[in-house]
């Protein structure tokens, strides 16, 4: 039995424990995915990536919904797409971390808020709270220290809260990561196949 997508990805990126070791010295064909995708998340660590259109965020739901409707009624399987499992794997591969990327901004922007902001008491000046509870982490330092942060940051504070509030866009932890686990096979597909498609026209 081979590493599914998942465990890859959580290797890939450090997160899964050393578990996985015995099968990598013995399995080749999981090494060689392991190696391809590392390859991979390494290049797409280093795209700039650009700010998507806020026409892309107002309609991704709708693209989405409407090209599942539209792929039930297209035949099934792998042949009838035209796809083999090099096309299949490549596409994961590819297309998985810009989701991911996609993903944490949409949540980034959504949820990095000061108390201020948001109408609320909560942390002192400068340190995050999570939960109402403050973290104690210097937020103002880590943005400064990381160039990514600073993006979010400044993607964040281009948005009007007022209006962000308004129209019921607030999310708790994690919320965009559980959207996307609840999402069938065919809609997550979708989803990876409209962002690169997003991607590529920038």
Known sequence: MHLNEGQLIDLAEGTRPESAE??????ARCRAELSELRAVMSVAAGVEVPEPSPLFWDHLSMRVHDAV????????????LGLGRASSLWSWRVLLPAAALAALVAAAAVSIRSPSDMGGGGSPAGTASIGGVDSGVDVARLVDDDPLLSLLADL???????DVVGAGLTTSSWSVDRVVLEMSADERRELRRILSEELTKS
């Open 156 to 162: 964040a504070g281009e948005l009007d809260w007022d």
């Open 22 to 27: 015995p099968h990598l010295a013995s399995c």
């Open 69 to 80: 409707a539209a792929e039930a009624t297209r035949p099934r399987g792998s042949a009838a």
